[in-house]
């Protein structure tokens, strides 16, 4: 536990000596609170159930499987291309991100592989997935400490993006658009220059946000410093995406593993933070929503002509095997390992989802802090209820 | 209001109320999946505005809520929680369920942990399907609630009879007291039961 | 701790993609496990430009997750399990009309092999080659029982509890292993194979049915669109 900083500590002990107290006279008794299955401050059904001595957790469990609706044992039962519809819905903020890795590992195993302009279409998705599911984060933020207006930019200008996916897609939320061997339709006529104008917009909002929250000095002093998790937690815990990121490990799967997409195209970087603490989770996911609009922006010029559907037969059955095939969704690793045994459908799919990891590390960073953080370190961990349940 | 509780309602009176209350709704969210993001859009976003239909989306606790919307999966661990909190809303109250899931289970309709459909817990006005539904949608849903509590007879309600409607057609002749639309008489064997609105029309199965 | 200003916080990530792992790189890490390990590991296999599988024995499982994390594998992916068993239901998508098929019931195992019909399997990354890998090991059949990973990697505990519920796999040294998604009288593991599903049971697939049927295409035009067609046809099939 050396790596625990002076805070934690100082809480670690004050929590010890909590427990020391219970039994004398006249101090504070424990108390036991749950915040959930239903609550305004858990996003969701996560049930949090909490120890409290005073003011101070002492010890807390989430309880999660308000949301377990059994996606694993429903793929075996589905085929291939009616896998899709069904993993749109883990992380329903970023549905075309979920589908991407699903295909690939298909694609994987039949070794086809799309074509480039489906590719970059995908890869443009995608990322229009995440700068639509982190924007609402970003306003959900300010919900979470009492600031209403940011939620409201949020679900202005995410409808933009929203827009942008109902348009190339037909579906707002769940568009079921990727399929094995590419995707299902071109993009419609003027798709491209509306998307340039509406990444300008989506910067804009970007900056408003830096503006409204992050230089807030209320927002600041409830996020700085409160929930730390060093790189050695977060990698034991499995952490992902930003929540890893944010702890000064620079791992990024978009660029650190090759796959069939179009991210090595587009100039973009990596952000990281040393700080591993509410704040920095924040900021980091907010640096990534700017560098999908740049990667966005960049590949809308370098769209290729061609086909976007390879040749595939008719009734897809794929070949016996196993793939794993994982990718940086907007809320971090989300993978795919996929048994196939030749059949129409998968034999055993099991979905790493990255929300899963990322909330299994709250018993150990809520403890010690006070009951105000416990919605700050939960709103900065970012988890989607779909997500972990599955 | 003694006329109430006497179980009877001049027609004037009772269009006055119904209309009142049925323009200062509060809703209480109840998002559990997806569509509670589509239901946060409608409810919260500038875009779809439903306060201009009179709908007031704050209220954190089901004790001051006037209709539930139930947006999303209802799981077999959740159900309990779900009957538990309907109970707790003061009467009169409404319900809408929001999307295929809590409609009948949806693309989750051979899981072993969904629940079939919400209605098997609690009564559903309003069903509005769809996967998830667009925020339109719901907000059709909401006007149509809203045309159903403006028809309701208030006192049957209160007497915690079925929904009752005060149309024309269901008229009884008591002789003498009543003109057009007067509550609290007892409910005559031609109004049907409590039939469920779906947003779009068509059957229920 | 005083925090930083945004500007020093910030660290210059690596510009230069680092060399992608070749298949040296995963041939050099079965070499180092096998040192590190011994005869626990059964076997392994690379696939080419792609991935990393070993097995290794049901004993050495907790020796195996901490002799990778020792050599540079400290972060922990996903640890699940797999029934082998071919389903005895089947899809229930069958042709209603045809003859019943005689179900399967050979176990075959997948990469790297296997003996018995439940397997667990785990993931495991090293952030800084950027090179992953998949451990397997054998469950005995009549006793589900396997050495606990918590003690290596604490992300592990939910992971084993995810894999009690679903496949009845015991771990043993895990310190709570309650219901993690399901209600407590629960009965059954919904992820073995012998688990039905009862809503398909229930109600029988009708066919193949057309319920509306589809326009009519010229002959034309369906060759232009046969690209689209067949990927479309392909999925309601």
Known sequence: MTMLSDRQQLSYIASQAADARLNVELETEGMTLNIGPQHPATHGTLRIICRLDGEQVVWAEPSAGYMHRGYEKLTEVRTFPQVTTLINRIDWLGSFANEVPFILAAEKLMEIEAPPRAQVIRTILFELSRIANVSLFLGDLGVQMGAITPVFLAFRDREYVLNLIEGATGGRFHPNFDRIGGLKDDLPKGWIDETRQVMIKLQQFCDTIEDLLFGNEIFQSRMRGIGIIPADIAKSYGLSGANLRASGIDYDLRRDQELPMAWDKADWRVWTHPDGDSFARCWVRLQETRESCKIVEQLLDQIPAGPIMTKVPRIIKVPEGEAWVATENPLGEMGYYVVSKGDLGPFRVKIRSASFNNISVVPWALKGVYVPDVITILASLYFILGDIDR | MGLVDRGRMPAPLTKLFNMSRSYSLWVYQWGLACCAIEMGAAFGSPRYDVMRLGVIPLPASPRQADFVCISGTVTDKMAPAIKRLWEQMPEPKYSISMGSCANCGGPYWDSYSVTKGVDQIIPIDVYVPGCPPRPEALLEGVVLLQQRIKNEDMAAKWRGDEYRNNRREYEVDDGGYRTHGVSGDPIPSNVPPREPIVVGGGPIE | ?237
């Open chain 3, 1 to 237: 701790m005083a925090p930083l200003s945004d500007d020093q916080a910030t660290e210059e990530s690596d510009t230069d993609t680092l060399a992608l792992p070749g298949d040296g790189l995963r041939e050099g890490i079965v070499d180092d496990l096998r040192e590190r390990i011994g005869d626990a590991l059964i076997d392994a296999h690379i696939s080419p430009n792609d991935d990393l599988w070993v097995r290794v024995t049901t004993d050495g499982w907790k020796d195996t997750g901490t002799a990778l994390k020792a050599a540079g594998f400290d972060h922990f992916c996903f640890l699940s399990a797999i029934d082998w068993m071919p389903s005895p239901y089947g899809t229930g998508e069958d042709d209603p009309d045809a003859e019943p098929k005689e179900p399967d019931t050979e176990i075959v195992q997948g990469v790297t092999g296997g003996e018995t019909r439940l397997q667990v399997f785990a993931r495991l990354t090293d952030l800084d080659r950027h090179v992953g890998i998949t451990i397997k090991a054998d469950v005995p059949d009549d006793e589900p029982l396997v050495d606990t990973w918590t003690e290596s990697f604490a992300g592990a505990n939910w992971h084993e509890r995810e894999c009690h519920e679903m496949f009845g796999i015991g771990f043993v040294g895990h310190p709570d292993l309650r219901n993690m998604y399901l209600p407590t009288d629960f009965e059954g593991h919904p992820l073995r194979k012998d688990f039905p599903l009862l809503a398909r049971m229930v109600k029988p697939w009708p066919g193949i049915v057309d319920v509306e049927p589809m326009p009519e295409f010229d002959e034309e035009e369906k060759n232009d669109d046969q690209k689209e067609d067949e990927s479309t046809e392909g999925e309601s099939s």
